[in-house]
């Protein structure tokens, strides 16, 4: 239930080992929170706690392989480098927070550089000269995500997952197998996997509601000369993504504003703003376009993977916040897994859904 990026990766991965698969969004595919998504895959940056970074290590690891399987099956080419990311300090606090940072990498022998301004001037000659200092962590990147939807349905389609576009209302447990209540009718199967993101509390169950609630987050899409800049450029107050057309996002909002999907006029104003104090030719970009998306946090930033410890047939597949595009392959491997084989893959009982009662 729910067809965006993690709802999608899981159905691919299950139809690939032989499930057969169907997909239902009341909105179609990827209109939710992965809409807006910078497709960012940093867990060196995000991954805020021990448990955190683990899965996002592992799901970057993935990455290469699940992207090739995706290409492959969907015979399209996607938006994906591995091309670093540089972070930069533009004062002197700055400099403290990347210094203590790159102590942090140094201790876990991550391959990393912090670099000089004349460094960054050589890597990055469109970000402000006043740049104090920047820290290079090489192995990052970014995924296209509007490219990856469309290779996952594309893919989905050819391993058989079929998209029926109505409204889950409630799920219900009984001998085995599952029911699923729709706007348009009930649906009878073995499994369902609840990956409805933010929404996801929304659905009924016979237990308590997921506690996934929404964090929008809004990012301009510009338009630059290709090459204006070479790798996801992060400051403290935004980060850029540079895509190989010239396309440029500045992302991004944290806003707690509820069920609100809606584009604002200051977001994007200050969003431009801060872009083009960190990376200045941006002011000769033209505006494409603003999105905004709900991303769906729970309290401890973690995701909520795995059976529901009371519904048999019922599995979590939500919450995950900052990290939904990064956390996919892992995701989806993790879920596939465990419906088909009963296998509880490395790093699922960080996400046990019965951390929440679920
Ligand atoms: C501005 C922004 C920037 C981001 N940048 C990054 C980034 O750089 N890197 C990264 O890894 N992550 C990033 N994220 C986070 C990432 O986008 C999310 O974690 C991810 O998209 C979550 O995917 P999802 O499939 O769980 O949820 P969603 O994409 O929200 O999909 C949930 C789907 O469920 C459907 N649904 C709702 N109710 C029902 C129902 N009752 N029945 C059936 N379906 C239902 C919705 O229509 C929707 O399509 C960003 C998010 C935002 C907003």
């Given at each position: 239930m729910g067809a965006g990026v993690i709802g999608y990766a899981v159905a691919y991965e299950m139809a690939a080992r032989g499930a057969h698969v169907r997909i239902v969004d009341p909105r179609g595919?990827?209109?939710?929170?992965t809409r807006a998504s910078a497709g960012i895959l940093a867990p060196y940056i995000e991954g805020h706690s021990d448990a955190l970074l683990q899965l996002g290590i592992a799901s970057l690891n993935q990455y290469d392989n699940f992207l090739a399987r995706l290409a492959a099956d969907a015979r399209l080419d996607l938006e994906y480098r591995r091309t670093g990311t540089l972070q930069i300090a533009l004062d002197q606090d700055e400099v403290r927070e990347l210094e203590a940072q790159a102590g942090r990498l140094a201790r876990a022998q991550v391959d990393h550089s912090l670099v000089s301004t004349s460094d960054i001037a050589r890597l990055e000659?469109?970000?402000?000269?006043?740049?104090?200092a920047g820290l290079l962590v090489p192995q990052h990147g970014y995924v296209g995500v509007s490219s990856l939807m469309t290779t996952l349905v594309a893919a989905g389609a050819r391993r058989g997952v079929t998209p029926v576009v109505t409204n889950v209302e409630a799920v219900a447990a009984t001998a085995g197998r599952v029911t699923v209540t729709t706007t348009d009718g009930d649906v009878t199967c073995d499994a369902v996997i609840i990956a409805a993101g933010s929404w996801s509390g929304g659905i009924a169950t016979a237990?308590?509601?997921?506690p996934v609630r929404p964090v929008r987050g809004q990012l301009v899409q510009l338009h630059a000369s290709?090459?204006?800049?070479?790798r996801v450029v992060w400051g403290s107050a935004c980060y850029l993504v540079p895509w190989t057309n010239g396309t440029v996002l500045v992302g991004a909002t944290v806003e707690d504003v509820g069920f609100n999907e809606r584009v604002t006029q200051k977001a994007v104003r200050s969003l431009r703003a801060s872009g083009e104090r960190l990376a200045?030719?941006?002011?000769m970009a033209t505006f494409v376009e603003a999105r905004a998306g709900l991303r769906p946090a729970t309290v401890d930033e973690l995701p909520i993977i795995g059976p529901s410890s009371t519904m048999r047939g019922v599995f979590y597949a939500t919450?995950?916040?900052?990290n939904g595009v990064l956390l996919a392959p892992w995701t989806a491997s993790v879920v596939a897994d465990l419906v088909l084989t009963g296998t509880r893959g490395e790093g699922l009982d960080l996400v046990r859904p019965d951390r929440f009662g679920l």
């Open positions: 595919h990827g209109e939710g929170a000659p469109g970000v402000a000269s006043d740049a104090r237990g308590p509601p997921a290709p090459g204006a800049l070479q200045p030719k941006l002011r919450g995950h916040y900052r």
